[in-house]
């Protein structure tokens, strides 16, 4: 069974950091792509981030480009979001999600293509 925490959300303001985790169970952690989406009030959820399974290959929403960076550590079965320079419009619930079927050396941006989500963390920017 596939159980994804995030943690690390929080108040704060303009222009700060945040760096929001996810921890993973399951056995198979290494051969998962994993994904960070947002999803503000009001609103589609969004895709962030992903990263494949091997770490070798990321892939940003042009809006969060140079300001997140994604990054996983398979020993202890966690991803990260690092997010730099904190815009009041990046307010939502972050998600992450894992991709356990992808048969492509490359993580997707598409919600539907994963299969796992986390119950999502906070995260407000002030102006």
């Known amino acids: 069974q596939v159980q994804l925490v995030e943690s690390g959300g929080g108040l704060v303001q303009a222009g700060g950091s945040l760096r929001l985790s996810c921890a993973a169970s399951?056995?198979?952690?290494?051969?998962?792509?994993l994904g960070w989406f947002r999803q503000a009030p009001g609103k589609e959820r969004e895709f962030v981030a992903a990263i494949s399974w091997s770490g070798a290959y990321t892939v940003y929403a042009d809006s969060m480009k140079g300001r997140f960076t994604i990054s996983r550590d398979s020993a202890k079965n966690t991803v990260y979001l690092q997010m730099d320079t904190l815009k009041p419009e990046d307010t939502a619930v972050y998600y992450c999600a894992a991709d356990t079927n992808s048969g492509s050396r490359y993580p997707r941006s598409g919600p539907n293509e994963y299969d796992y989500w986390g119950q999502g963390t906070q995260v407000t920017v002030s102006s």
């Open positions: 399951g056995r198979t952690f290494s051969t998962w792509h």
